[in-house]
């Protein structure tokens, strides 16, 4: 089985060094799922903004069809009905068998309500202006706490491809070379640094200020900058020196054997100043990073000029170098059970980054060259499918024939299930919704001219504020009792941090989670979990579980592009 972003190896070092589970927090959300009764209401708990379509789900294990639900502002009734007939439970995306949908859209004023159903708890239901703008700044906190401590990668060892490219060994290069590549993000709960994700990141973090600039405030940098681009410019930074010189480009800083060392802080890694810079000219990297550096000289062009001209500069000789024959399609990692974010498919990076570059400097041979690689219309978004954003970007551009495949990709996003979700189970299941959810929203505003929320997107987003299976926000943060608190990352568990602004993978596919279980610490009996999984999909709040809480930095990305598209209905549009 091919399992990208973390080895076995590190799952059992980690594991046997961190035995005992951080379970900060835990005790709530225990009582929250062991409760007595046969019923449950699953809100959004961070709040529903005034004029979007409001609904609650209902769960059931008996038939409660007519059964009265009043919504109160304080004592006061403001909205009532009754439940209508059950939804059947399809034990995949929903494990009870009776579920009914409470649609309160009509009350549009700010206020805490409450919303009661005989047999269930009550769930406070807020109308807010702005929910969700305190908790894009908790997301950019925990990449804070994921900026690279390791001073040693100032002398970062080139390693280059031994071989065949594609059987994923690499060897020292001779003479014995190195690079500063200090900078740059973990990507997950270890320390490696993969220049794909980095770029993931960085187009994600600008894209969500282009679409939202006033959700983000100054909370966190020491710069002049708002956070968002205070985190953009980091990773950017990090991204021009991955292209030192003409035939050298760093896809990863780190190896496998990060992943051999167990549970530790990066200021006592053993492996400092001997961490390796594997070098390929892999146009899926080269393509990735132009298309990121692009777009940053982009924005920065009335910010930073200096920095400006430092990206365009990088983007336009990335972009260049791939485009020789001596380049390779894509490069990765590989050892005894991992193939480290292997991406196949080099056209959708490439493809935007001609579209970047073309909007960057109006040369038409780019915007030739974008709809030359025609990325195809895919089933998701991810860091290894960058299709819709070159799409998107493509179709804005004026492109026909990329209309019709973000048409198409849009669509395929639409699944029926009860929460609106936009796929199936899988590793990393809920990045994949919030990255489909996101691409979905904005085909329809910008292809269709429709300003309107479309149900998948607002699906997703209440299934990341609690409207799911267990009712628990998928954010780690003080600021909603019921989220999760359990994040499989070193530096929390070794400094008892509280994760905040963390976003959990989701639900895994049950089968995967299974084959994985030996290398997880034992759920214990009677898991309160277990009543709302499914014979599908599986949920843990749990800090040994690498599979559903190793948060990552391109989740992170897809998260603060979804707040920023949340926070307003109609947005700052691109090229303003």
């Not at 609904?55 to 069809?65: E, F, G, H, N, P």
């Not at 919303?115 to 925990?142: C, N, W």
């Not at 590549?181 to 187009?203: Q, S, V």
């Amino acid at each position: 089985m091919n399992i990208n972003r973390i080895t076995l190896f590190f799952c059992i070092g980690f594991i046997v060094i961190g035995s005992l589970v951080a379970v900060v927090g835990r005790s709530i959300i225990v009582e929250k799922l062991s409760e007595e009764p046969t019923v449950w209401l699953r809100v959004n708990h961070a709040g529903y903004t005034p004029d979007r379509v409001k609904t609650a789900v209902v769960l059931s294990d008996t038939d409660i069809s007519g059964k009265s639900w009043e919504l109160l502002l304080g004592k006061e009734v403001v909205l009532s009905g009754k439940l209508g007939a059950a939804i059947p439970g399809d034990d995949y995306y929903v494990a009870q068998p009776f579920n009914y949908i409470i649609d309160f859209s009509s009350i549009q004023s700010i206020g805490n309500y409450s919303l009661k159903l005989t047999g269930a708890k009550p769930e406070q239901i807020r109308i807010l202006a702005d929910p969700y703008s305190v908790f894009a700044s908790q997301a950019l906190m925990h990449l804070r706490a994921m900026r690279s401590r390791h001073i040693g990668d100032s002398i970062a060892i080139v390693q280059i491809v031994k071989g065949d490219w594609r059987d994923g060994n690499w060897e020292k290069a001779t003479p014995h070379r190195t690079l500063d590549m200090r900078g740059g993000h973990y990507d997950a709960g270890d320390y490696i640094k993969f220049t794909l994700n980095e770029a993931y990141l960085a187009w994600h973090l600008l894209t969500a200020y282009q679409e939202n600039p006033l959700i983000f405030s100054k909370v966190h940098s020491e710069s002049e900058l708002p956070d968002i681009l205070d985190a953009a410019k980091y990773s950017l930074d990090y991204l021009s020196k991955t292209f030192p010189d003409y035939n050298t480009f760093v896809i990863q800083v780190g190896d496998t054997n990060d992943h051999k060392q167990g549970w530790r802080l990066p200021e006592m890694d053993a492996l400092e100043g001997k961490r390796p810079a594997l070098c390929a000219l892999s146009r899926v990297h080269m393509g990735s990073t132009a298309a990121a550096l692009a777009l940053g000289a982009h924005v920065f062009k009335n910010l930073d000029s200096k920095a400006a001209r430092l990206y365009e500069e990088k983007a336009i000789a990335i972009y260049a170098r791939a485009q020789k024959n001596d380049t390779q399609l894509s490069a990765f990692q590989s050892d005894q059970v991992n193939e480290y974010y292997y991406d196949r498919t080099d056209n959708d990076n490439m493809a935007l980054a001609a579209a970047e570059l073309f909007r960057l400097t109006g040369q038409q041979s780019y915007l030739d060259d974008g709809k030359r690689f025609a990325p195809e219309a895919t089933y998701e978004v991810s860091w290894t499918s960058w299709n819709s954003f070159a799409n998107h970007l493509l179709a804005q551009l004026g492109d026909e024939e990329a209309k019709k495949r973000l048409k198409s990709e849009a669509l395929s996003y639409e699944r029926d299930n009860l929460w609106n979700v936009t796929g199936n189970y899988t590793w990393g299941s809920l990045y994949r919704w919030i990255g489909a959810a996101n691409a979905h929203l904005r085909t329809h505003r910008d292809l269709n001219g429709d300003e309107e929320f479309t149900a998948h997107f607002l699906g997703v987003l209440d299934y990341v504020f609690g409207r799911n299976n267990w009712g628990l926000t998928m954010i780690v943060t003080p600021d909603i009792p019921y989220s999760i608190r359990n994040i499989y990352n070193g530096i929390y568990r070794l400094t008892s941090v509280f994760p905040t602004g963390a976003l959990s993978e989701g639900p895994g596919d049950r089968n995967i989670h299974n084959q994985l279980r030996r290398y997880i610490i034992p759920l214990p009996e009677n898991n309160p979990f277990e009543k709302f999984n499914t014979n599908a999909g599986v949920f843990y709040d749990n800090a040994d579980d690498f599979m559903i809480q190793e948060t990552t930095i391109g989740g992170q990305g897809d998260l603060l592009l979804m707040l920023a598209l949340a926070s307003k209905k109609r947005v700052v549009k691109n090229d303003e």
